[in-house]
C-alpha cells in the first residue's frame, strides 16, 4: 500500500469511461496550480502534493467532458473514482503539467521518460543513444550525434524547456564519438519529432529534440554515484512552495583504458567534471519559475593514424569548457489565457592542438522566448510566440595570430491555430517568420496538419510545411552572406495506443533546397577557406518507418521493435553529384527488450541494432559516395539490481561478441608509388564497452532510491 509522505496528500483512483473501459492518458491536476498527473494503462492514478485546503480536481482528456471535484487536502488519502463522458475538449491539446508540448504533435511522435533512457543498454545512459533505438534515427556509430531521415546531425535542434541548447553535444576528436551533455534525470520526459513539427520550433530541418525538466521533486534526498569510469553527488532539498537540487560529476577514462583493450591510440584518455545547479519557485497558486545553471570542462589527447605514413600519426588536444544557463515561467491566467517563456544562454570554448598549430574557437548563443496561447472556446485555441536569437562565432589561430568572427541576430514570430472539428476530426495551421540580420534575409515557413480519430482509436495525420535553417557556423565565417538552407516536409503517419501497446506507423518525404557545396582548398581545424561556396545543392530524402511496443503481452516485460527505411540522396559539401550520404543507412532496425525478475529484483535489458553498412567515398574507384560497408550490427546486455530499496547496482555491455564494426576508410590526399590511394578502416574504439555502476540514496524515507527522480 501507497503511503503519503510525511506534510502530504494522496489522491487516487480509476478512471473509466461510460462503458465502464478504463481510461489512460487523462490528465489530472488541481485547479490554478501545477500540481499534476495522469492516468496509466490500466485507468489508474495517484497524485501526491504538498499542498494543504480546499482544491478543485479536474479530469481532462480528449473527446470527453471535464469533471471536477471539491476536495480538501489535508496529509491524508482520498480515492476519487470518476467516470467521464463523451464531449469535445481541446483542452487536452496541452500537457497540463509542462505547458510547453502539444498532444497533438506527440500523436506524430515518440515519447520517452528517463527510466527508458536510462534502461537501454546500447544507449549507457545517454539521451541520443535511446532515441537511435527510435524510427527515423540512424546510428552511425562514429559520431554519436542524432541523424534523422537522411538528415545531417546539424539538422537536428534541442530544446530544454522550449528554449534552445547550444552545442549541445561534448567537442570531441574526429571520429571519436561524443554525448549529450545533459543528464537524463534532470527531465520528466523526452520529446523526439522526427519531421512536420509545430511552427514554435525552427533552425532545424529535420528534427526537434525537447526536454522537459521536473517541475518538483518529491522529497529531500541525497544520491551517490560510483561508476567504472568516475562518480558523483547529487542534493535535492524540496519544500512546498520551491526545491533546488545541486550536483557535481566527474569522469576519468584513464584507469577503465588500462584494463580494457583501445583501438584507439590515447595519449591522454578523456576526462572532465560538470556541476549543475537548479531550483523552482511557485509562483502564486497557478505560476512556476525555474532556474538552471550547468558549467562543466574535460579534454582529451589522442594520436590519429595518417594513411599512405608511418609512424603514430597527428596528435590531436582538445580541452573544452561549456557553460549553458536559463530561466524559465509558466503561468496560467484567466479567461483561458496561458503564458510561458524564458532566456537561455551556451558559451562553448575549445582549445585545440593539432601538431605545431594553436586554435580557440567560442560560439555563444542567446534565445529569448515569450508565449501566449488563449482557449476561445472548447474547440479553438490560438498560440503566438515571440522569439529573439543572438548568435556570436569567434575562430583564432593563435599560433598564426590570426582571427575572425561574425554575429547574428534573429527576430522570430510564429502564430499557431487549433481547432477541433469534431470529436474525430482535428485542424493546426502555422506560421513561423524571421529575419537574420547578419544574412539580411527574411522567411515565411507556413505548416499545416491534420489528424483524424478511428473509432478503434487509432489515429491518421497528415502533416506538411517549411523549414529554414542557418548554415553551420564554421561555414558561415567563410561566407556571411549566406542564407538559409531549406526543407519541405510531407509526412501521413498512423498511431494507435491501447491496453499497454503503441503501433506507429510513418510515411515521408523530404524535398531539400540551397545547400552548401564547395570546393576544399585546404582542410584546418581553423579552415582558412573554401573555393567556391555556392547554394546550389539539393536533394531528396523519402522513406518510411515502423514501431511496436508493448507492455503488456508479456508479464514484467516491456519490448520495442523498430525499423527504418529511408531513400535519401543530395548534392552537398564537396559532392558534385547527388549521393546517399554515409550518415544515411538505406535499412535501420533495433529490438529492445526490459524484463523484470521479481524474486531477484533485478531488471534485465536487451538492445539489437542493425543498418545495412555506410556509404564512403573510394577514390581509387570511378564516381563518388562508390562503396559500402558491411552492416553494422550491436548486441548490448544490461542488469540492474535492486539489493536494498536505496541501492542500485547497474551494469552494461555493448557489442557483447566484440564485432569489428568498420563505418567507413580515410584515405591519403595523394597516391603511392603504385598509383594507389591508400586508406585505413574507421573503427569503434575498442570492441566493446563495459559500465558498472552503483547508485546509492540518502534519505529519511527508506525506499527513497535513484528511480523515484525517473
Known sequence: MVQPIFGQSLVKGLVKDQKGNTIPGVNIFLKGTFEGTSSEIDG????????????????????????????????????????????????????????????????????????????????????????????????????????????DASETAIFIDGLKVGNAFGTTA???????????????????????????????????????????????????????????????????????????????????????KQNFDWERAPYGWDAEVSGRQKWGKSGVVKAYLHTESNGMKIWQPMPGTEGRGQLVGIQNHYTFGQG????????????????????????????????????????????????????????TGLESYLYRYEEQLKSEGLNRSFQDHHAVLFTEADYFVSNKLVFRGGLRAGNSSLSDQTWLDPRVSLAFKFEHEGQLSLAAGKFS???????????????????????????????????????????????????????????????RIQQNGEGYAQGMDFFFRDRKSFKNTDFWVTYSFVD??????????????????????????????????????????????????????????NAKTKSFQDLSLGWSYLPRPNLIIHLACSNVFGRDTIFGYQYASETNEKGIFEGIPIRLQAPRFLFLGIFLTISKDKNANNLNNL
Open 44 to 151: 489508474t492514478y495517484m497524485l501526491q502534493t504538498g499542498e494543504k485546503g480546499v482544491f478543485t480536481l479536474v479530469f481532462q482528456a480528449m473527446g470527453v467532458k471535464p469533471q471536477e471535484f471539491e476536495i480538501e487536502l489535508d496529509g491524508s488519502t482520498l480515492e476519487i473514482s470518476p467516470t467521464l463522458k463523451e464531449s469535445i475538449n481541446e483542452m487536452t491539446a496541452v500537457t497540463i503539467s509542462a505547458g510547453a508540448m502539444e498532444a497533438s504533435d506527440e500523436k506524430k511522435a515518440v515519447v520517452l521518460r528517463p527510466v527508458d533512457i536510462v534502461t537501454v543498454p546500447s544507449a549507457m545512459g545517454d539521451i541520443v543513444g535511446a532515441f537511435q533505438t527510435l524510427p527515423g534515427s540512424a546510428t552511425v556509430g562514429n559520431d554519436g550525434r542524432l541523424f534523422v531521415r537522411g538528415g
Open 469 to 531: 535553417q542557418m548554415p553551420v557556423e564554421q561555414l558561415r565565417i567563410l561566407d556571411q552572406n549566406l542564407q538559409n538552407t531549406r526543407a519541405d516536409h510531407l509526412i501521413l503517419n498512423y498511431f494507435l495506443s491501447k491496453n499497454g501497446r503503441t503501433v506507429r506507423a510513418e510515411a515521408f518525404y523530404k524535398d531539400y533546397k540551397q545547400l552548401i557545396t564547395y570546393d576544399v582548398a585546404q582542410l584546418l581545424p581553423m579552415p582558412m577557406g573554401f573555393d
Open 568 to 625: 535519401s540522396k543530395r548534392k552537398f559539401a564537396q559532392f558534385r553529384e547527388r549521393v546517399q550520404p554515409a550518415f544515411a543507412p538505406r535499412h535501420n532496425g533495433s529490438v529492445v527488450v526490459k524484463h523484470f525478475i521479481q524474486p531477484l529484483q533485478s531488471q534485465l535489458g536487451i538492445s539489437f541494432s542493425f543498418n545495412d553498412g555506410y556509404r564512403y567515398d573510394n577514390p581509387n574507384l570511378p564516381g563518388q559516395m
Open 174 to 260: 574526429s571520429n571519436v564519438p561524443t554525448r549529450t551533455r545533459f543528464n537524463p534525470n534532470l527531465f520528466k520526459g523526452s520529446f523526439f519529432s522526427t519531421g512536420g513539427y509545430s511552427a514554435e520550433y525552427g533552425q532545424a530541418l529535420s528534427s526537434a529534440l525537447a526536454l522537459n525538466t521536473v517541475d518538483f521533486p518529491l522529497r529531500n534526498q541525497g544520491d551517490i554515484s560510483i561508476m567504472s569510469l568516475g562518480g558523483g553527488f547529487t542534493q535535492t532539498l524540496a519544500g512546498e512552495k520551491n526545491s533546488i537540487t545541486a550536483s557535481a560529476n566527474f569522469f576519468d577514462l584513464s584507469p577503465y583504458q588500462s584494463l580494457i
Open 328 to 383: 524559465s515561467f509558466k503561468q496560467i491566467g484567466k479567461n483561458g489565457w496561458s503564458y510561458y517563456g524564458g532566456v537561455s544562454y551556451s558559451n562553448n570554448v575549445d582549445e585545440i592542438e593539432l601538431d605545431h598549430l594553436n586554435v580557440r574557437n567560442q560560439n555563444q548563443v542567446l534565445h529569448s522566448k515569450t508565449v501566449a496561447i488563449k482557449e476561445f472556446s472548447d474547440k479553438f485555441s490560438i498560440k
